[in-house]
């Protein structure tokens, strides 16, 4: 395998609703919103469903390197219900191998429901399920044994068992990469993104407000010279500044493509990554590497949705 991803998987439910019914479950429009069991199950009973598709942002990133031709996998708890099952089958579709045994548990399938109002707004409400409680016993360990890279998800990190999975793969990986993912995330586990970064990581992908938040650092020469100092890659996408790579004492710059219709940002990082991964497990140069995942997520901000096709 060329790339083995490890995250959160979560199940989109894309449904189809009038705005009053957002007013009258408490939602406000274009939000994401975490729901507890209750309130999830309680939402669905009002649903049809329009359509179901395996998410999670690094699940996104392996959809878009099997897209690009190359052979990959996955590892993500769901439980064996009927949206696990779904889960399941949509990786599958996508050539994507799924490298985790379900199991019976007592909490379901981590789900994100999509709500698309008549003016095509998405207001999200996203139940995490089993999905967070990934442990180091979920890890096939030869599944990363035969992975060129491991590329993990910073949304997944937390303290405990979730620590463990992480260790035990980036222990036995041959390469590591990791997402930060978001900014909220990396101001709870600073001090253990600090350390994976440093010490653990071969790869890190951030956008500009979480490696700037990770150094609190006042600008972005900054970043610059902490870069240069860990000597690993650090690859960070700025907008419409484009995107860099960080590379011992090079530093690699693409401009972003210009007068795109954006319509949907959603997947833009996550598709930036797998162009990216794309070229550097082709062994095409940082640069080229670049292009390729800016040229991933301007197409992808240009639809609705994370999925290319």
């Known amino acids: 395998m060329k790339v083995l991803g490890i995250g959160n998987a979560i199940i989109d439910v894309i449904c189809k609703v009038e705005v009053s019914f957002l007013s009258e479950n408490n939602l406000a429009k274009s939000t994401m919103k975490l729901v507890d069991e209750t309130e999830f199950k309680k939402l669905l009973s009002n649903l049809n469903i329009e359509e179901t598709m395996a998410g999670g942002s690094v699940?996104?990133?392996?959809?878009?390197?099997?897209?690009?031709?190359?052979?990959?996998?996955f590892i993500g708890k769901v439980n064996n219900d009927e949206l696990g099952d779904e889960?399941?089958?949509?990786?599958?579709?996508e050539k994507v191998k799924y490298c985790y045994q379900k199991k019976e548990e007592t909490i379901p399938t981590g789900t994100c429901l999509i709500l698309i109002?008549?003016?095509?707004?998405?207001?999200m409400c996203t139940f995490l399920g089993i999905a967070g409680k990934v442990s180091d016993k979920d890890i096939d360990e030869n599944a990363v044994k035969n992975s060129e890279i491991v590329?993990?998800?910073g949304y997944l990190w937390d303290e405990g068992e979730p620590r463990n999975a992480f260790n035990k793969a980036i222990n036995v990986s041959k390469k590591t990469a990791m997402t930060l993912s978001d900014k909220f995330c990396v101001n709870r586990h600073k001090k253990s993104?600090?350390?994976?970064?440093?010490?653990?990581?071969?790869?890190?992908?951030?956008?500009?407000?979480?490696?700037?938040s990770l150094i609190d650092a006042?600008?972005?020469?900054?970043?610059?010279?902490?870069?240069?100092?860990?000597?690993?890659?650090?690859?960070?996408?700025?907008g419409e500044k484009g995107s860099l790579a960080i590379q011992k004492n090079e530093v690699i710059e693409c401009d972003s493509q210009k007068d795109l219709k954006i319509v949907d940002l959603t997947g833009a990082g996550d598709l930036f990554a797998a162009g990216f991964l794309h070229g550097y497990v082709n062994k095409l140069s940082?640069?080229?590497?670049l292009e390729k995942g800016n040229e991933m997520a301007s197409k992808?901000?240009?639809?609705?949705?994370?999925?290319?096709?």
């Open 59 to 73: 699940a996104n990133s392996i959809v878009g390197l099997s897209q690009l031709g190359n052979p990959v996998s």
């Open 87 to 93: 889960y399941e089958k949509s990786l599958v579709s």
């Open 117 to 123: 109002t008549p003016d095509s707004e998405r207001t």
């Open 151 to 153: 590329f993990l998800e």
């Open 193 to 212: 993104f600090l350390d994976l970064v440093n010490n653990k990581l071969d790869i890190t992908f951030a956008n500009e407000l979480e490696i700037l």
């Open 218 to 238: 006042k600008n972005f020469d900054e970043v610059i010279s902490f870069s240069k100092q860990i000597g690993k890659l650090i690859v960070i996408t700025r």
């Open 286 to 289: 940082i640069k080229e590497s």
């Open 300 to 309: 992808i901000i240009q639809k609705i949705g994370a999925r290319l096709n």
